[in-house]
T-cell receptor, first 114, second 112 residues
Framework: ETGVTQTPRHLVMGMTNKKSLKCEQHLGHNAMYWYKQSAKKPLELMFVYSLEERVENNSVPSRFSPECPNSSHLFLHLHTLQPEDSALYLC?????????????FGPGTRLTVL | GDSVTQMEGPVTLSEEAFLTINCTYTATGYPSLFWYVQYPGEGLQLLLKATKADDKGSNKGFEATYRKETTSFHLEKGSVQVSDSAVYFCALSDGGNYQLIWGAGTKLIIKP
């Protein structure tokens, strides 16, 4: 595997389910990100981890819970979601998280909440 | 706060046409500017970037020049191909934290 991988690619869940999204980067980067992409809206940064420490948390509801066990893996744990949480969830990584860093994105998980 | 404004899409062109996608920004400092592209079913990937005024980023026939006087970073390509059909995102970074400020994206459709 190369680059940034995400699993699953598609997920359908009910509002009472608990599920997790997984992201893995094979680039040796130190920073990882979760974004939410909704139709016709700018990308929303949800969480940033640098060297496995959370450094940004942009007022995301507590029903989204991130976990970064090491610099290569990032999870997003989901529970009691709402239909408006349906979106494409993108994971990204960058070398250090600095302002001019290129971010490398995975293909995303298309989440549908029923 | 900082912001990025892109032209609304979709933009529909014929193959070999000239492309311009407008991007303007507001920022208090001297941001770095980026264009990312998202092909169908994929994540975003960096297309080009510029880190200071008058810099020109270029890649795959696309160009954009960092214009501080007009606070713009318009994306151009002289002759588009069907394979350029994608969503294009303009973004800026003020360098102070991990966050990029994103435009809403412009969908480009190229017809053969």
């Amino acid at each position: 595997e190369t680059g940034v991988t995400q699993t699953p690619r598609h997920l359908v869940m009910g509002m009472t389910n608990k599920k997790s999204l997984k992201c893995e980067q094979h680039l040796g980067h130190n920073a990882m990100y979760w974004y939410k992409q909704s139709a016709k809206k700018p990308l929303e940064l949800m969480f940033v981890y640098s060297l496995e420490e959370r450094v940004e948390n942009n007022s995301v509801p507590s029903r989204f819970s991130p976990e970064c066990p090491n610099s290569s893996h990032l999870f997003l744990h989901l529970h009691t979601l709402q239909p408006e949480d349906s979106a494409l969830y993108l994971c990204a990584s960058s070398q250090t998280g600095g302002g001019t860093d290129t971010q490398y994105f995975g293909p995303g998980t298309r989440l549908t909440v029923l | 706060g900082d912001s990025v404004t892109q032209m609304e899409g979709p933009v529909t062109l014929s193959e070999e046409a000239f492309l311009t996608i407008n991007c303007t920004y507001t920022a208090t400092g001297y941001p770095s500017l980026f264009w990312y592209v998202q092909y169908p079913g994929e994540g975003l990937q960096l297309l080009l970037k510029a880190t200071k005024a008058d810099d020109k980023g270029s890649n795959k026939g696309f160009e954009a020049t960092y214009r501080k006087e007009t606070t713009s970073f318009h994306l151009e390509k002289g002759s588009v191909q069907v394979s350029d059909s994608a969503v294009y995102f303009c973004a800026l970074s003020d360098g102070g934290n991990y966050q990029l400020i994103w435009g809403a994206g412009t969908k480009l459709i190229i017809k053969p």
